[in-house]
């Protein structure tokens, strides 16, 4: 059964930055299309970044285009999201994905506070 773990999130001030990492275990990681997502309180899930499996090819939300960066290891079977110049709006918690087909697998989430 495929596991994903998420840190790496805090409390930082407005243009701050901050590294989020997610931490893959039993499944196939390097052929899966990795995602971050994140939820806000009293709002919808919404997917913020993605990656294709080489690590070749990313897209992002508009809110986070040019503030936010996804990559990959896949040697250490690890996705991560470089966030920088924060704003309060991007306040939520944190999801990393993996999808192949119909395969999907969620980590438990990192919280994300973005407050002066």
């Known amino acids: 059964q495929g596991q994903l773990v998420e840190s790496g999130g805090g409390l930082v001030q407005p243009g701050g930055s901050l590294r989020l990492s997610c931490a893959a275990s039993?499944?196939?990681?390097?052929?899966?299309?990795m995602r971050w997502y994140r939820q806000a309180p009293g709002k919808e899930r919404e997917l913020v970044a993605t990656?294709?499996?080489?690590?070749?090819?990313?897209n992002y939300a508009d809110p986070v285009k040019g503030r936010f960066t996804i990559s990959r290891d896949n040697a250490k079977n690890t996705v991560y999201l470089q966030m920088n110049s924060l704003k309060p709006d991007d306040t939520a918690v944190y999801y990393c994905?993996?999808?192949?087909?119909?395969?999907?697998?969620w980590g438990q989430g990192t919280q994300v506070t973005v407050s002066s």
């Open positions: 994905n993996a999808g192949l087909g119909n395969i999907k697998y």
């Open positions: 039993g499944f196939s990681f390097s052929i899966y299309v």
């Open positions: 990656i294709n499996s080489a690590g070749g090819s990313t």
